[in-house]
């Protein structure tokens, strides 16, 4: 079975940084890519990063400039370093593995969230 984890959330002041891990582990083969999503209460899902096998990095561009995904796809252990935290990237924050077709969608397997909360 396959088991997806974030951890790291917590509430930081606007301005403060803060790091999510993510691990996947249950299956063998190398994921193309990992992604990181975002959910607020009554909003929708939004991808926000990715990071692929041969280590490209793409976001969009409500995060562009202050998220960064470091860490090692082909071991399935990657890092959202968040910077320069605004009010508005409060939400619930999740890892996913193993998409078929594009790193921003589809994804095969997802975490439970990790909730980030920043305050003024």
């Known amino acids: 079975q396959v088991h997806v984890q974030e951890s790291g959330g917590g509430s930081v002041q606007t301005g403060g940084s803060l790091t999510l891990s993510c691990v996947a582990s249950?299956?063998?083969?190398?994921?193309?890519?990992m992604g990181w999503f975002r959910q607020a209460p009554g909003k929708e899902r939004e991808w926000i990063a990715y990071?692929?096998?041969?280590?490209?990095?793409h976001y969009s561009k409500s995060v562009q400039g202050r998220f960064t995904v470091t860490g090692d796809v082909s071991t399935k252990t990657v890092y959202l370093q968040m910077t320069n935290l605004k009010p508005e990237d409060s939400a619930m924050y999740y890892c996913?593995?193993?998409?078929?077709?594009?790193?921003?969608?589809?994804?095969?397997?997802w975490g439970q969230g990790t909730q980030v909360t920043v305050s003024s």
């Open positions: 996913a593995t193993e998409a078929p077709y594009y790193c921003t969608m589809d994804y095969t397997y």
């Open positions: 249950g299956y063998t083969t190398t994921p193309n890519c």
């Open positions: 990071k692929t096998q041969t280590g490209t990095t």
